[in-house]
C-alpha cells in the first residue's frame, strides 16, 4: 500500500461513548447496514473489526499523540507515527475542518479490534468521490498486527461503505513493487489490477463486483 503524501475551529475532544467497544467485543453491536446516504457510515462494524472515524479534532490528537487516542479507547498504546504520516493525518484534519459536510471522506477510520482491545490500524478516503464516480483509499496496518486479514477485511468495507452512499461506482486504490502483501490485501478484498504505472499498481473494484 502506498499512503498518499498528501495523508473547525479548535473543539474539546470527544472520543466518543467508551461502551461503544464493550459491545463490539461482546457481539452485541450491530453491523450498520449502509442505507444510501452522502457521506459514508459513521461507524462500521466487520467481523473482527470496527471502524471508527474521527472527528477533526480528534485527527490532531492522532497525529501528535496517538497514544493518547488509543487509550481513550481503552485500547493498547500504539507507536508514534513517522513524520510523514504525521503530515498526512494532520493535512487531512484541516480538509475535514474546512469541509465539514464531507468529513466522511476527509477523515481516517481507526481499525479496532475489540476482541484484543487493539488499534490495529487506520483506513482512508483521499478525497471526496470525483464527478465519475470514483475514490480512491490508502490503508496501514501497524507492524505488531500484520499479516492476520485486517487490511483486507477494512478494505472491503471501505469499499461497501463508499457505493452506499450513491456517490460512488468506482473505489480504486494504489500499492508500489515490492509490496505484495498489500497487492493480497486488494485482491482479497474484491479488487482486480487494472494499470501499472511506473513503480505503482493500481486496482480497481466496481459497484456490484
Not at 446516504?37 to 496517538?66: I, K, Q
Not at 479490534?113 to 496496518?141: C, L, Q
Request: net charge neutral; hydrophobic share 40%.
Amino acid at each position: 500500500m502506498k499512503r498518499d503524501k498528501r495523508e473547525h475551529p479548535a473543539q474539546p475532544v470527544d472520543f466518543g461513548p467508551r461502551a461503544d467497544l464493550d459491545a463490539a467485543a461482546g457481539k452485541d453491536a450491530n453491523a450498520d447496514d449502509f442505507p444510501v446516504r452522502r457521506e459514508p457510515a459513521t461507524r462500521m462494524t466487520g467481523t473482527r473489526l470496527v471502524l471508527r472515524p474521527l472527528s477533526a479534532a480528534e485527527l490532531l490528537v492522532y497525529a501528535d499523540e496517538p497514544s493518547r487516542l488509543a487509550e481513550s479507547l481503552q485500547c493498547l498504546p500504539v507507536p508514534p507515527h513517522p513524520d510523514f504520516f504525521r503530515a498526512i493525518v494532520r493535512r487531512q484534519a484541516e480538509r475535514a475542518s474546512a469541509d465539514p459536510d464531507n468529513l466522511g471522506w476527509h477523515t481516517f477510520y481507526l481499525m479496532i479490534d475489540p476482541a484484543e482491545r487493539a488499534v490495529v490500524g487506520s483506513i482512508d478516503f483521499k478525497n471526496i468521490p470525483s464527478t465519475n464516480g470514483t475514490v480512491e483509499i490508502g490503508y496501514g496496518v501497524d507492524d505488531r498486527w500484520r499479516g492476520r486479514g485486517y487490511a483486507t477485511e477494512a478494505a472491503a468495507m471501505m469499499a461497501d461503505a463508499a457505493f452506499a452512499t450513491g456517490r460512488v461506482r468506482r473505489v480504486v486504490a494504489e500499492t508500489e513493487d515490492g509490496n505484495p502483501a498489500s497487492d493480497r490485501v486488494l485482491l482479497g478484498a474484491g479488487f482486480r489490477f487494472f494499470r501499472k504505472d511506473g513503480i505503482s499498481n493500481w486496482y480497481e473494484r466496481r459497484i456490484g463486483e
